[in-house]
């Protein structure tokens, strides 16, 4: 019993000790600048009235003194557009805000605007006052107005008449949202379409899905979140989903950030001057489909960058189709699959013919020892035509198809470093440069089919293999 007593005085001996020691702490004016963990919040874009992610700004004090910061105060004051918690406290404007010495306090930002037209920026400023002086940390965001997609249980989320989408609005889709049979969706020049997590489109039989970017204005089709970490990683959404006799023509577009990019069955896709990075599993994903596409580039797929399976009808023309991946390491990372099978939904395998294959003035090239790889199926046909091309070839067992004295490879170029400018997705620039072995090597009558690359150079002489001149 005694014990226990003792025990207990202790215990409020030692509060009353803490306590008093809280409060004979003296807090005094800084005679010093603060520091910053960072000088400008770049928070990602966002869209009217949905809130961004929170963003930290830590406040270090380098005194070895207990500071009180006079005062901390966001420039906009209530009107703006941004919202600050200061130490756990809400608000925009704080008097007498104590630092320990050798300490720091967070600061979390956000910003939950009011959209004024298609595209805005905003900007405010978190303000520090003391007797040293005044200093700030910005911030700036773009504001995007946007549209909305939303499936629920009550509303399927399905376009039933044929519209187009202007620039004027971003697109956010939540869910799935599905273009109906016989509907055709234009997609304007400049256009953003993003997707929420799980969320993609699904473009039905007999409907046409129409994106009609330009070298000035793109379409850009993405994951909704916008902040630059989430530029360089997939599956942040799912796919577009094409359905049997859909037909895709996609001109001057970005896609990016996903699982599968285009994921199409017995589909025609006519892709021009266009982007595909970034995937989990597919940029293309074609099954028993048509599919014709120029300057077009692509990089860092888990899987391969094209899946081609159960055969269909498929050229390739100034393509750049690379993949390297730090993020993906273990993954396959093909650059272009072949096959002749497929297995269904319910697993079971099916065959179609490679009715052809053609890849004309094409770089197929990875940090793989094989870029491109054929499965053919015994007694399935299987034509093709590699004509001046630069490959990573590694074998005949590897690659499924002969390189050597081989009258369907013309012309082509294997295992010499096509000299990309960068081609990692955070700088992602896979033009070659001057010194590349894929310099001038393709085909005239072939680039006079293409007559310009993806950003409009000419290359009717001594054309660059690839999408870029």
Same mark, same amino acid.
């Given at each position: ?17 803490? &306590? ?10 800084? &005679? ?16 009217? %009235? ?5 963003? @930290?700004?830590?406040?270090? !004090? ?12 966001? =420039? ?8 600050? !918690? ?39 400023? @978190? ?9 700030? $940390?910005?911030?700036? &965001? ?62 039905? #039989?007999?409907? $046409? ?29 799912? #796919? ?25 069955? %017995? ?23 048509? @599919? ?52 269904? =939904?319910?697993? %079971?395998? =099916? ?42 070839? #590694? ?23 096509? %000299? ?50």
């Amino acid at each position: 019993m005694k014990f226990k007593l003792l025990l207990a005085f202790s215990f409020w001996m030692l509060l009353v000790a803490v &306590s008093c020691n809280k409060d004979d702490i003296t807090f005094d004016a800084p &005679s010093q600048q603060l520091r910053f963990s960072r000088d400008t919040v770049f928070c990602d874009t966002v869209y009217n %009235q949905v809130r961004s992610e929170t963003y @930290v700004v830590k406040v270090y !004090n380098n005194e070895d003194k207990d500071i009180l910061i006079p005062r901390v105060n966001l =420039e906009n004051g209530a009107s703006s557009l941004y919202r600050i !918690n200061v130490d756990g406290k809400p608000g925009y404007d704080f008097k007498d805000v104590p630092l320990r010495k050798k300490d720091s306090l967070y600061i979390y930002v956000e910003i939950a605007p009011q959209a004024t037209g298609p595209e805005a920026i905003a900007e405010d400023k @978190v303000i520090f006052t003391g007797p040293a002086g005044q200093q700030h $940390v910005t911030l700036f &965001s773009v504001v995007q107005d946007a549209e909305f997609f939303i499936q629920t249980p009550t509303n399927p989320n399905v376009i039933t008449s044929s519209t187009t989408w202007t620039n004027n609005k971003a697109k956010i889709i939540y869910g799935d949202l599905t273009l109906d049979k016989n509907v055709t969706l234009d997609i304007d020049p400049g256009t953003k379409v993003y997707f929420h997590k799980n969320s993609g489109m699904k473009v039905s #039989s007999n409907a $046409v899905l129409n994106i009609n970017g330009t070298l000035d204005k793109q379409v850009i089709l993405r994951g909704d979140r916008n902040d630059p970490y989430y530029d360089t990683i997939s599956k942040n959404w799912n #796919s577009i989903k094409m359905e049997p006799a859909s037909i895709l023509n996609m001109n001057h577009a970005r896609l990016f950030g996903g699982t599968k990019g285009l994921e199409m069955k %017995q589909t025609t896709a006519n892709i021009t001057n266009s982007f595909i990075h970034t995937f989990f599993e597919y940029g293309i994903y074609a099954v028993n489909s048509k @599919v014709t596409a120029s300057n077009l580039v692509m990089n860092n797929c888990g899987s391969s960058c094209i899946g081609i399976f159960k055969g269909g009808s498929h050229n390739y023309t100034h393509a750049t189709v690379a993949n390297y991946s730090k993020s993906m390491g273990t993954f396959n990372r093909n650059g272009i699959f072949v096959t002749n099978e497929w297995k269904n =939904e319910k697993g %079971q395998s =099916e065959q179609g013919a490679l009715q052809q294959f053609n890849l004309r003035n094409s770089i197929v090239y990875s940090d793989r020892d094989n870029a491109l790889q054929f499965e053919a199926t015994p007694g399935q046909q299987f034509d093709y035509i590699i004509q001046n091309c630069l490959l990573k070839y #590694s074998g005949t067992s590897e690659a499924g198809f002969t390189f050597d004295n081989n009258v369907n490879v013309v012309e082509t170029i294997k295992n010499e470093d096509p %000299q990309f400018m960068n081609y990692f997705a955070a700088k992602m620039n896979l033009r070659v440069k001057t010194t590349s072995p894929a310099k001038g090597k393709g085909n005239v009558t072939v680039a006079g089919n293409v007559p310009f690359d993806i950003v409009n150079e000419s290359r009717t002489t001594n054309p660059t293999l690839g999408a870029y001149q």
